[in-house]
């Protein structure tokens, strides 16, 4: 059935609420599961990392080498899927990834435990866990550049913070479902197959997501004269690269310590209860929700880097009265609750302008491979290592300020890089 002229031009109208959309479900799901995979660290330990006999500590650290072992995977799915996104379009590599994040998620879902199938059910996992690592590496680069190529002209600060706040979304789906699950299972229950049940839900969200992101068509920008595929992706300049994980490194790193690893570490450090853990993670993606697309607005008023400094440097300055503030006994549920969701939206303010930033320090014919790359590279040292990093470092030392000196000393960098030359549009 051919389309009228009218028909195409509502199409076209419609195109940008579209990707919104297409991008947002696919950005969801991938966040939801590593997500729900933080969130259930301490079960999933027991479970897949812990034979019998064995050491909760030791098997806790297992899980998150494998939780950041996906992360390392990232760089390769972002120079694989990147360079196919800028050479045949955004499109079809949308579509590939988020098919694979899919089913690797739901395939963990339906894995036989340690006690059902011996040393082969970490391995197992853990091979899921890769898969998802090279599909996220191709996620964000395509789709930061869909969501910043679709944007209306001075609206690429908003339309890229969705990325953003579709990640907190994930985060905050995740940890819904397992304080949902946890109060309405017993520990038993959830323990033996309610874990279960968040992974499986990715089937029906990555349905809603391939059904979308296959009539979206492709970008206007990449659909420009000398940028689609018959010239190809240009090569990235190394120092970009480096320079923009710089920028970022401090809103991967705050990012996980404060909405990811703080159910495990208030578990394992402070003796708090699990669902008291999830209940103050969920404050803090709150905060970090409410924050992204006012940052990702105000971007595109006064620069990206204004605000991303303005966040990174409240961590550096109240990284470590934050846990203090945890750890005190004598602090009241209220003041941890305002102070843990202050943490979600400080880092919101790098969450919000971070992706139209990144894109605009490339070419729309190495966009996706060179911020893919920038993003993976900086998630797989300091995001995907967070929780290994803190873990250890508390067993082995006793210090649980930590976390707080992680994130502080990420940031710092962050602001030194941010504070260099802009390289970018918007500066």
């Given amino acids: 059935m051919r389309l009228t002229f009218e028909d195409r031009e509502v199409r076209e109208r419609n195109q940008p609420l579209r990707a919104l959309a297409a991008g947002s479900v696919g950005n969801f799901i991938e966040w939801y599961e590593f997500g729900v995979y933080g969130y259930v660290a301490t079960v999933v330990a027991e479970r897949f990392f812990t034979p019998a006999g064995g050491s909760a500590a030791e098997g806790l650290v297992r899980t998150y080498a494998s939780f950041g ?45 340690y006690a059902q199938a011996g ?29 910043t190529e679709f944007a209306p002209p001075g609206r690429r600060g908003l339309y890229g913070a969705w990325q953003s706040f579709t990640v907190a979304l994930g985060l905050l789906g995740g940890a819904g479902a397992a304080v949902g699950l946890s109060v309405f299972l017993t520990a038993d229950q959830f323990g033996s197959w ?91 993606n709150l905060g970090f929700a409410a924050a992204i697309l006012p940052a990702g607005l105000l971007s595109d008023r006064v620069g990206r880097r204004p605000v991303m400094l303005t966040g990174a440097g409240l961590v550096v300055v109240l990284a470590l009265p934050l846990l203090h503030l945890l750890q005190d006994p004598g ?16 880092v919101g303010l790098m969450a919000g302008p971070g992706p139209a930033l990144l894109a605009e320090m490339f070419p729309a014919r190495a966009r996706c491979t060179g911020l893919g790359l920038a993003y993976a590279l900086s998630n797989a040292v300091f995001s995907g290592c967070a929780g290994l990093i803190i873990t250890e470092a508390v067993r082995r030392t006793g210090n649980l300020d930590v976390p707080g000196y992680y994130a502080a000393a990420t940031c710092a960098v962050s602001v030194l890089a941010l504070l260099g030359p802009p390289r970018t549009k918007a500066g």
């Fill in 119 to 147: 040393a082969l059910a970490p391995w197992l996992l853990t091979f899921l866990r890769v898969v998802q690592g090279l599909s996220a590496g191709g996620e964000f680069g395509g789709a930061v550049a869909m969501l």
């Fill in 331 to 346: 602090t009241s549920a209220a003041a941890k609750g305002a102070a843990l969701c202050g943490a979600g939206a400080v």
């Fill in 194 to 284: 309610g874990w279960r049940l968040p992974f499986l839900l990715a089937l029906p969200l990555g349905a809603l997501a391939l059904w979308l992101r296959i009539g979206l068509d492709e970008t206007p920008e990449f659909r420009e004269p000398g940028a689609g595929p018959a010239v190809g992706a240009v090569r990235v300049p190394v120092g970009a690269i480096a320079l923009a994980a710089a920028r970022v490194m401090g809103w991967s790193a705050a990012g996980y310590t404060f909405l990811v690893v703080l159910p495990s570490y208030l578990q394992a450090a402070l003796h708090t209860g699990f669902r008291e853990a999830l209940l103050a993670t969920v404050v803090a």
């Fill in 69 to 113: 072992l996906a992360f390392f995977f990232r760089p390769l799915g972002a120079a694989l899927f990147g360079r196919l996104a800028d050479r045949l379009g955004r499109r079809p590599v949308l579509i590939l990834v988020v098919a694979l994040m899919t089913g690797a998620t739901a395939l963990i879902g339906v894995l036989p435990t």
